[in-house]
């Protein structure tokens, strides 16, 4: 499975959106991009995952770049409770998932 | 939506004593579970991947004779952590993804804290 790469932790106001990048060079034409997120001390919790299109739900949208080596996650209004570590991983069929060491952000009052 | 639910969410232990953590899915079935530890302030590290009705297939460090794994049925795989000391003291998690279908998410339990004194 191919490698990620987040930066270690980012801020954000509350009530704005929190863009979330992942560089992911090397995917394969197969490889799916995950994004999970880890409040303290509790179990991660799935956000939402895509293969190349964009993809939205309740909780945020994926933005994946055409080429594929890059995506973005979007929380459009970030809240208190959004701070978490938030992992980006690549992955094929149903593997296990190999957690890198995620970006921590912190939604500021 | 699919729920994993790991029991007991805390444990304390003493050395030298074993400690068994259960992992659930409950509402589908998971031919394959996944057993993951977090250090403070660290990542999950993948432990093992759970085989229903066959041996675990252990990461490359992790001691198999020391976290016994057994996933007897399609919705519940246990962990057992053999004679237990200090330094195993860490946060379990399990995950588990629905048998028979490709690429989907994997939905993780709440996490068990362990501690051995």
Known sequence: DAKTTQPPSMDCAEGRAANLPCNHSTISGNEYVYWYRQIHSQGPQYIIHGLKNNETNEMASLIITEDRKSSTLILPHATLRDTAVYYCIVQTGANNLFFGTGTRLTVIP | ?117
């Open chain 2, 1 to 117: 939506g699919a729920v994993v639910s790991q029991h007991p969410s805390r444990v304390i232990c003493k050395s030298g004593t074993s400690v068994k953590i259960e992992c659930r899915s409950l509402d589908f079935q998971a031919t394959t579970m996944f057993w993951y530890r977090q250090f403070p302030k660290q990542s999950l590290m993948l432990m093992a991947t759970s085989n229903e009705g066959s041996k675990a297939t252990y990461e490359q460090g992790v001691e198999k004779d020391k976290f016994l794994i057994n996933h007897a049925s399609l919705t519940l795989s246990t962990l057992t952590v053999t004679s237990a000391h200090p330094e195993d003291s860490s946060f379990y998690i399990c995950s588990a993804r629905e048998s028979q279908v490709q690429n989907t998410e994997a939905f993780f339990g709440q996490g068990t804290r362990l501690t051995v004194v």
